[in-house]
């Protein structure tokens, strides 16, 4: 298979675009050919393919953009998403990757038809959730080539694949406009749809005993069970689960290229962590019927696209957790082309020990070197092939997974090293200073952007991936990081999740159908500000009458009485606190 960015059979998107706004019409153009093209009419959102070198007169302005990353229709019209900004990142086999910057939606509905009052506040709060989108993190993409398919799998494809659009080349677990590419794609626009990925990219260049390497890692984020931390958790009953992603570590060094494949995913059981204002919510598993077969058909499907799977939690063995761990234990020996292994992290590398991750190591390092990973050789010829895979898991599929991850990456690499010849049979990459903190860095940043994705937060246990050990500064850090995710899950991610179900289609805004917000209680938002008011002025009057006490027997009753009041005031919110915080409104749990 010819995957060189020279090669005249590979498909090539438009990589700049010039838009025309005009009174009635946006018009996108190609600066390499006025004739390639398309309208978007703002009264309707109807598109229109460039019939030729078509003229509407003189735009009222003129402007660059990078990409339409899709349309979406609300009540009120069509709003088209614009790549406004990128950065190019560094390269995937060959052809230039980007990151997006900036993004934006272009309204289409100035002939929107006559809305109820009820429509009028439905789409101000659709209008809102596009908002959110607009800075959605962590997407990339290419002009020149797919990006969501790994090296094994591309490898494996029939010849000509590169030949067809990119959007067609796609993995579509993997896209995360795959929904807004829906108009796009029946206008036969093939030239002008972007593919996005979602998760993390980050690449590294190794000196190596001056035998110079790259490496690049990416991550990619599952679509079909999108969402915020505390909103979306295990698994549906498709057996699509939570923060489901895909990390490929790829190596280049002297024509050479090797892969190594591992995946996490959320805990493939149906359950629950609803936030209610405590630090740390209760976990509720959600006894159902066909809870065995929705980890059947998440293990299906992970064996079919993987070969061998391994799957390690990484879970408390105490508490919750461990009641969750005991039920993911007994439905997953039911299966008996999957092997289990049990690890509880922070019982064995909490504090400084996290040496001890040697310990899972050596419980999984036959079925790991067994595994192996993907290499081909200059000629493109298959020389291994990758024959199985690590699923990772802890609650959150985040900090004690992405530390696991690294070092089963960096086990990885020191043995694709020494077969290519960069490194002895008893040399590793962390003998090398400055290439390891590379390594290491490329981690870091990853399980950053991961984190963000999902929590809204960096990652926490940093300090384990960096240096081994927890230091004083990371653990103020995770300090910082834990109570913004407390604030985030708590009073933000509602809404998060909203969005993420309203622009991956799970929710399809439709005229026909009754308001999502009728009927649904009261609204959190606006008792948030009343409970937090009494509060707090609770206790401002309390600290003051404490503050004035000494002065007679009347005061202090009255102090004593402010107290108990604000003490009644914090029990009431404490009691009501899922109503209280911020939660989704357009689809349920599963």
């Given at each position: 298979m010819e995957i060189e960015p020279n090669s005249i059979d590979h498909f090539k998107l438009y990589s700049q675009l010039e838009l025309q706004e005009f009174a009635d019409k946006f018009v996108f153009r190609s600066p390499e050919s006025s004739t390639e093209g398309f309208s978007v009419s703002r009264y309707d959102g109807n598109i229109e393919k460039l019939n030729g070198d078509m003229s509407f007169g003189k735009p009222s302005k003129v402007s660059t953009i990078y990409g339409v990353a899709g349309t979406i229709r609300l009540l009120a019209g069509s709003h088209i998403l614009l790549i406004t900004s990128r950065k190019e990142v560094g390269n995937y086999l060959g052809f230039p990757i980007f990151r997006v910057m900036s993004m934006k939606f272009l309204s289409c509905n100035e002939a929107s038809r006559h809305l109820t009052r009820q429509e009028k506040r439905d789409e101000v709060y659709f209008m809102n959730l596009l908002t959110i989108v607009e800075s959605t993190p962590g997407l990339y993409y290419s002009y020149e080539t797919d990006i969501t398919v790994n090296l094994q799998r591309r490898c494996n494809l029939a010849k000509g694949w590169m030949s067809k659009p990119v959007w067609k080349q796609?993995?579509?677990?993997?896209?995360?406009?795959?929904?807004?590419?829906?108009?796009?794609?029946?206008?036969?626009?093939?030239?002008?749809?972007?593919?996005?990925?979602?998760?993390?990219?980050?690449?590294?260049?190794?000196?190596?005993?001056?035998?110079?390497?790259?490496?690049?890692?990416?991550?990619?984020?599952?679509?079909?069970?999108?969402?915020?931390?505390?909103?979306?958790?295990?698994?549906?009953?498709?057996?699509?689960?939570?923060?489901?992603?895909?990390?490929?570590?790829?190596?280049?060094?002297?024509?050479?290229?090797?892969?190594?494949?591992?995946?996490?995913?959320?805990?493939?059981?149906?359950?629950?962590?609803?936030?209610?204002?405590?630090?740390?919510?209760?976990?509720?598993?959600?006894?159902?019927?066909?809870?065995?077969?929705?980890?059947?058909?998440?293990?299906?499907?992970?064996?079919?696209?993987?070969?061998?799977?391994?799957?390690?939690?990484?879970?408390?063995?105490?508490?919750?957790?461990?009641?969750?761990?005991?039920?993911?234990?007994?439905?997953?020996?039911?299966?008996?082309?999957?092997?289990?292994?049990?690890?509880?992290?922070?019982?064995?590398?909490?504090?400084?020990?996290?040496?001890?991750?040697?310990?899972?190591?050596?419980?999984?390092?036959?079925?790991?070197?067994?595994?192996?990973?993907?290499?081909?050789?200059?000629?493109?010829?298959?020389?291994?092939?990758?024959?199985?895979?690590?699923?990772?898991?802890?609650?959150?599929?985040?900090?004690?997974?992405?530390?696991?991850?690294?070092?089963?990456?960096?086990?990885?690499?020191?043995?694709?090293?020494?077969?290519?010849?960069?490194?002895?049979?008893?040399?590793?990459?962390?003998?090398?200073?400055?290439?390891?903190?590379?390594?290491?860095?490329?981690?870091?940043?990853?399980?950053?952007?991961?984190?963000?994705?999902?929590?809204?937060?960096?990652?926490?246990?940093?300090?384990?991936?960096?240096?081994?050990?927890?230091?004083?500064?990371?653990?103020?850090?995770?300090?910082?990081?834990?109570?913004?995710?407390?604030?985030?899950?708590?009073?933000?991610?509602?809404?998060?999740?909203?969005?993420?179900?309203?622009?991956?289609?799970?929710?399809?805004?439709?005229r026909d159908s009754p308001s999502p917000f009728q009927n649904n209680g009261f609204d959190s938002l606006s008792y948030l500000p009343v409970a937090s008011a009494l509060l707090i002025g609770g206790l401002t009057v309390t600290t003051i009458t404490i503050h004035q006490a000494g002065r007679n027997t009347n005061t202090i009753l009255s102090s004593a009485l402010c107290a108990g009041v604000t003490a009644g005031i914090m029990a009431l919110v404490k009691s009501n606190g899922r109503q209280i915080c911020s939660r989704p409104r357009l689809c349920g749990l599963l």
């Amino acid at each position: 298979m010819e995957i060189e960015p020279n090669s005249i059979d590979h498909f090539k998107l438009y990589s700049q675009l010039e838009l025309q706004e005009f009174a009635d019409k946006f018009v996108f153009r190609s600066p390499e050919s006025s004739t390639e093209g398309f309208s978007v009419s703002r009264y309707d959102g109807n598109i229109e393919k460039l019939n030729g070198d078509m003229s509407f007169g003189k735009p009222s302005k003129v402007s660059t953009i990078y990409g339409v990353a899709g349309t979406i229709r609300l009540l009120a019209g069509s709003h088209i998403l614009l790549i406004t900004s990128r950065k190019e990142v560094g390269n995937y086999l060959g052809f230039p990757i980007f990151r997006v910057m900036s993004m934006k939606f272009l309204s289409c509905n100035e002939a929107s038809r006559h809305l109820t009052r009820q429509e009028k506040r439905d789409e101000v709060y659709f209008m809102n959730l596009l908002t959110i989108v607009e800075s959605t993190p962590g997407l990339y993409y290419s002009y020149e080539t797919d990006i969501t398919v790994n090296l094994q799998r591309r490898c494996n494809l029939a010849k000509g694949w590169m030949s067809k659009p990119v959007w067609k080349q796609a993995d579509p677990r993997f896209v995360w406009n795959k929904n807004l590419l829906e108009e796009l794609i029946e206008n036969k626009l093939d030239g002008f749809i972007v593919p996005l990925l979602q998760g993390s990219f980050q690449i590294g260049h190794l000196k190596l005993k001056d035998s110079p390497a790259t490496i690049a890692l990416i991550s990619r984020r599952c679509t079909r069970r999108l969402g915020t931390r505390m909103w979306r958790r295990g698994a549906n009953l498709e057996g699509d689960v939570a923060n489901f992603i895909e990390t490929e570590q790829l190596l280049e060094f002297e024509g050479f290229r090797s892969s190594f494949l591992q995946i996490r995913g959320s805990i493939p059981l149906l359950w629950e962590q609803i936030v209610d204002l405590s630090y740390k919510p209760r976990l509720n598993i959600i006894d159902h019927e066909e809870t065995p077969k929705v980890v059947e058909r998440h293990f299906h499907d992970l064996l079919q696209r993987y070969g061998h799977v391994v799957a390690v939690d990484l879970t408390n063995k105490q508490g919750d957790e461990g009641l969750l761990s005991a039920a993911y234990a007994t439905e997953i020996q039911k299966l008996s082309s999957v092997r289990y292994v049990s690890f509880d992290f922070h019982h064995c590398c909490g504090g400084s020990n996290f040496d001890n991750i040697q310990l899972l190591y050596d419980q999984i390092a036959e079925d790991f070197e067994k595994n192996g990973y993907f290499l081909i050789d200059t000629e493109e010829k298959i020389i291994l092939e990758q024959r199985g895979v690590i699923r990772s898991n802890c609650i959150d599929c985040l900090d004690r997974t992405n530390v696991t991850q690294s070092y089963l990456a960096r086990k990885s690499l020191d043995s694709q090293l020494q077969r290519l010849g960069a490194l002895s049979s008893n040399e590793c990459i962390s003998m090398f200073t400055e290439d390891f903190e590379i390594f290491k860095t490329m981690w870091v940043e990853q399980g950053d952007e991961i984190s963000l994705e999902y929590s809204g937060t960096h990652a926490l246990k940093r300090d384990l991936v960096r240096y081994g050990k927890q230091t004083m500064t990371g653990l103020i850090q995770d300090g910082m990081s834990a109570i913004s995710r407390y604030f985030l899950n708590n009073f933000q991610d509602g809404i998060r999740q909203d969005a993420a179900d309203l622009i991956s289609g799970r929710y399809s805004v439709n005229r026909d159908s009754p308001s999502p917000f009728q009927n649904n209680g009261f609204d959190s938002l606006s008792y948030l500000p009343v409970a937090s008011a009494l509060l707090i002025g609770g206790l401002t009057v309390t600290t003051i009458t404490i503050h004035q006490a000494g002065r007679n027997t009347n005061t202090i009753l009255s102090s004593a009485l402010c107290a108990g009041v604000t003490a009644g005031i914090m029990a009431l919110v404490k009691s009501n606190g899922r109503q209280i915080c911020s939660r989704p409104r357009l689809c349920g749990l599963l």
